[in-house]
């Protein structure tokens, strides 16, 4: 079993919808949440970052942390074609600089105009 | 914000070269950088870490010879890739911790032929 689950996808939604992007993990170490957009053929890029259960929000973006459920998911509301790409979530035992982080697999996201 | 420059961007080589890959940390100290592999549709898998003058931490099943990796500075960690061969046709990125924590480089989509 992967220490991170993430449904791969591919997820295709109508502009302006809700998406609701979900992973699952196994290491109750996890302190430490990430969510990442990476287009194609680039590197990932931070949307957002949460180490406590409950929600994070930024503009239409927000991240939830259920830890007692090992289960963390990203919601992207009034969603645009500019949203399209894939995101991975990530998880850390720590927050060092020095820490490894432990990604899932990444859903792929299409918003259709 | 916080920019790591990776370089090149793609580049095919033939079987049995070596491809050296860098990443600059254009504007704070990278005091840890990480080495990933990406393969098509799938999540990115940690290679090896690297801190600045320190040999490289490699990964269970990454050939430290084959991958040879240099942190001479703060602001630059090289990847070179030994002897090539078409199975190490892949999509590698870099990231970098320090300044406002990890950033990621835009990736090198190597093809050997």
């Known amino acids: 079993q992967k220490e991170v689950e993430q449904d791969p996808g591919p997820l295709s939604v109508p502009e302006g919808a809700i998406v609701s992007l979900n992973c699952t993990y196994s290491?109750?170490?996890?302190?430490?949440f990430m969510w990442y957009r990476q287009y194609s053929r680039k590197g990932p890029e931070l949307l957002m970052y949460?180490?406590?259960?409950g929600n994070k929000e930024d503009g239409r973006f927000t991240a939830q942390v259920d830890k007692s459920s090992k289960y963390i998911s990203l919601f992207i509301r009034d969603s645009q074609p500019s949203d399209s790409a894939t995101y991975l979530c990530?998880?850390?035992?720590?927050?060092?600089?020095?820490?490894?982080?432990?990604f899932g697999s990444g859903t792929q996201l299409t918003v259709l105009p | 914000g916080a920019v790591v420059s990776q370089h090149p961007s793609r580049v095919i080589c033939k079987s049995g070269t070596s491809v050296k890959i860098e990443c600059r940390s254009l504007?704070?100290?990278?005091?840890?950088m990480f080495w990933y592999r990406q393969f098509p549709k799938q999540s990115l898998m940690l290679m090896a870490t690297?801190?600045?003058?320190?040999?490289?931490?490699?990964e269970q099943g990454v050939e430290k010879d084959k991958f040879l990796i240099n942190h001479a500075s703060l602001t630059l960690s090289t990847l070179t890739v030994t002897s090539a061969h078409p199975e190490d046709s892949s999509f590698y990125i870099c990231?970098?911790?320090?300044?406002?924590?990890?950033?990621f480089g835009s990736g090198t989509r190597l093809t050997v032929v």
């Open positions: 990231s970098a911790s320090g300044g406002n924590g990890y950033t």
């Open positions: 290491n109750s170490a996890f302190q430490y």
């Open positions: 949460t180490y406590s259960s």
């Open positions: 990530a998880m850390s035992v720590s927050s060092g600089s020095a820490r490894q982080l432990t």
């Open positions: 504007d704070f100290q990278a005091t840890t």
């Open positions: 690297s801190n600045e003058g320190s040999k490289a931490t490699y």
